[in-house]
T-cell receptor, first 113, second 114 residues
Framework: KAGVTQTPRYLIKTRGQQVTLSCSPI?????VSWYQQTPGQGLQFLFE???????NKGNFPGRFSGRQFSNSRSEMNVSTLELGDSALYLC????????????FGSGTQLSVL | DQQVKQNSPSLSVQEGRISILNCDYT??????FLWYKKYPAEGPTFLISISSIKDKNEDGRFTVFLNKSAKHLSLHIVPSQPGDSAVYFC?????????????FGTGTRLTIIP
């Protein structure tokens, strides 16, 4: 079974630009979650999508948005990039049931210059 | 407000000895706890979990202990092996959100010395 796939692996953008990250979950998984990892902050929950609907949302500004398609693939968008958005963005998939473990992708490393 | 805290950013342990990683939490609504392991350039991988109705869960060399009154959990690795060198994240969830909204600690980098 293929794992969670995130593209691209690395991205360099400048302040003010926008970026779209992509995540393909494990086949059959209907839940996709996004996390931001920065040094010293651990992993911060962004949002979770289940069957094309946002089910949970973390405490991030509206510049961070996402969506999920009918095939469960998900995209995350960050508009008006700021230097502080530089981070590793991780996507995780699961079946969506309570306390089902998450399977993470390798992440997209975003650098904002 | 860091609801899940891993106060030791790093830990070094001799190969063959016990590694003990600690985690504290403040939110009494958390009822499910997990440990994830992360190698460089890879995403975190699930290691072991424990429900709040238990105080211990064991899986091979890995054991997680939960002390609800102290809001503390720990991960024991016995015996420690070089391949255990990684960053370990403690995570917690509240039942109403399920597993998808996990609150993570900041991680502990474990180095096993051969």
């Amino acid at each position: 079974k293929a794992g969670v796939t995130q593209t691209p692996r690395y991205l360099i953008k400048t302040r003010g630009q926008q970026v779209t990250l992509s995540c393909s979950p494990i086949s059959g998984h209907r839940s996709v979650s996004w996390y931001q990892q920065t040094p010293g902050q651990g992993l911060q929950f962004l949002f979770e999508y289940f069957s094309e609907t946002q089910r949970n949302k973390g405490n991030f500004p509206g510049r961070f948005s996402g969506r999920q398609f009918s095939n469960s693939r998900s995209e995350m968008n960050v508009s008006t990039l700021e230097l502080g958005d530089s981070a590793l963005y991780l996507c995780a998939s699961s079946s969506g049931s309570t306390n089902e473990k998450l399977f993470f992708g390798s992440g997209t490393q975003l650098s904002v210059l | 407000d860091q609801q899940v805290k891993q106060n030791s950013p790093s830990l070094s342990v001799q190969e063959g000895r016990i590694s003990i990683l600690n985690c504290d939490y403040t939110n009494s609504m958390f009822d499910y706890f997990l440990w994830y392991k992360k190698y460089p350039a890879e995403g975190p991988t699930f290691l072991i979990s424990i429900s709040s109705i238990k105080d211990k869960n064991e899986d091979g060399r890995f054991t997680v202990f939960l002390n609800k009154s102290a809001k503390h959990l720990s991960l024991h690795i016995v015996p420690s092996q070089p391949g255990d060198s990684a960053v370990y994240f403690c995570a917690a969830s509240a039942g109403q959100f399920g597993n998808e909204k996990l609150t993570f600690g900041t991680g502990t980098r474990l180095t096993i010395i051969p």
